[in-house]
């Protein structure tokens, strides 16, 4: 649930102009919810969690946790590209986004 309160904080922040408390929300976040204390339903979360953080916190709030861990998966597995609509996938250099027949060749 952590991951979805990290999502919807940052985009609501980001919805009502807060941009700069985005920074704050994800330092308190990691020092009240260190990797060690959560329960994780994926192995690569919490190998992963300051590096998704520091995704949210580079994109200002637009990429959610969700995507972040999917990026940063597809990145230490050399995995290149990715087929989704969401167009936040498109800032990162290691991953190329398919979303229209064309992209598909």
Avoid: H
Wanted: aromatic content about 10%; glycine content about 2%; proline content about 5%.
């Amino acid at each position: 649930m952590l991951a979805e309160t990290i999502s919807t904080a940052t985009r609501r922040l980001r919805e009502r102009k807060r941009i700069t408390e985005i920074d704050p929300f994800l330092d308190r976040t990691a020092t009240n919810f260190p990797p060690e204390v959560l329960t994780w339903i994926s192995s690569d979360t919490p190998l992963l969690y300051s590096e998704i953080l520091s995704l949210i916190r580079s994109s200002r709030g637009e990429m959610n946790f969700n995507d972040a861990l999917v990026a940063l998966s597809c990145r230490e597995r050399g995995i290149r590209f990715i087929a989704s609509f969401d167009s936040d996938f498109d800032r990162l250099a290691w991953l190329k986004r398919l979303w229209q027949p064309g992209d598909v060749t």
